[in-house]
């Protein structure tokens, strides 16, 4: 069974195929077409780290997610993962893929078509707080969907800031009130504890992606933060796994996938998007590279 590296992985991706990929994943989550359970979550104190499992099953394709999430890595990524695929049919093994990069970029896919959906149409600045992985991603996949004039970019390391702003055309800022002020579109990809985000800051037309926080006992916005129409990817998992959630008395709007297929209408006023990743778009993302692969290893084919 082939074994496809991260470097082939990002041959196959590309923002094209797999936003609407995404799409269509979040939707037939929310109308019961796909089946996810929660990710089973496991930890290992001594290092600090997480171990999870995330499983799906859409249509005739069926693959399992193995993430790992060592904050403290300075080496290595602190996100690694690995995805199997299987046929839902048959349950035969496919293709086996490293899923580092799909991690990276399902996240900000799914962000973009959030971004898509709530952000104003005439949205031209945005706000990014951290300077990472996600921070690179978020911006690649939300330039593909909207066109900004001005990016801010704030990070507690100043350094990494002013790197990412040389490289990617933006504007390094000194404090996070800063970078969110006046913002259209506020991205949160720093890794904390504590909100870092205030509630204060947004202007009442602001549309909020939180991405960091995924773990019950931390949170990224603050209670003002919260104030708006609260959309997620997963109700189940937003209730288990989102410490923003869970610490809020903001209840649950809706789940994204539902106002994609039209069962919740937009919401009016101001929309955070708490994103916590799902397998379904794991699968989703996964059976785009498969896909790709099968297509040119017949196209590769039919010329010899």
């Known amino acids: ?28 989550l929310s109308l019961g077409k796909i ?27 069926m693959g399992v997610k193995l993430v790992t999430f060592y904050e403290r890595n300075t080496v290595q990524p602190t996100h690694q993962a690995v995805i199997q695929l299987f046929s839902a049919e048959t349950g035969e093994p496919l293709l086996a893929m490293d899923g580092r990069l799909i991690t990276e970029m ?20 945005l706000a990014i707080l951290g300077s990472g992985v996600q921070a690179r991603s978020h911006l690649e996949a939300l330039r593909f969907i909207r066109d900004f004039s001005e990016v801010r970019v704030w990070s507690r390391m100043p350094a990494h800031a002013q790197r990412f702003a040389t490289e990617c055309s933006a504007t390094a800022v000194s404090t996070p009130e800063a970078a969110v002020r006046g913002a259209d579109v506020v991205v949160t990809v720093a890794s904390v504890r504590e909100p870092l985000l205030r509630g204060a800051w947004l202007a009442a037309h602001t549309f909020v992606c939180a991405v960091a926080v995924v773990t019950p006992d931390r949170r990224e916005l603050d209670d003002t933060a919260m104030k708006g129409a609260i959309v997620v990817e997963s109700r189940e998992a937003a209730l288990r796994e989102s410490g923003d959630i869970i610490g809020s008395s903001q209840p649950v709007y809706a789940e994204l996938g539902e106002i994609l297929a039209g069962t919740k209408p937009l919401p009016a006023g101001r929309v955070v998007f708490k994103s916590l990743g799902v397998a379904a778009c794991d699968l989703a993302a996964a059976g785009v590279v498969w896909h790709c692969l099968k297509t040119a290893q017949m196209l590769k084919t039919k010329v010899t």
């Open 106 to 125: 399902r996240t900000a896919a799914v962000s973009a078509v959030a971004t898509r959906l709530f952000a104003a149409k005439d949205a031209r600045t």
């Open 35 to 61: 089946q996810q359970p929660v990710r089973t979550v496991l930890r290992i104190a001594e290092h600090e780290g997480f171990f999870a499992l995330m499983p799906a099953v859409d249509g005739d394709l």
């Open 1 to 28: 069974m082939e074994f496809l590296d991260e470097e082939k992985v990002r041959s196959l991706l590309t923002w094209e195929s797999l936003i609407p990929a995404v799409e269509r994943a979040l939707m037939n």
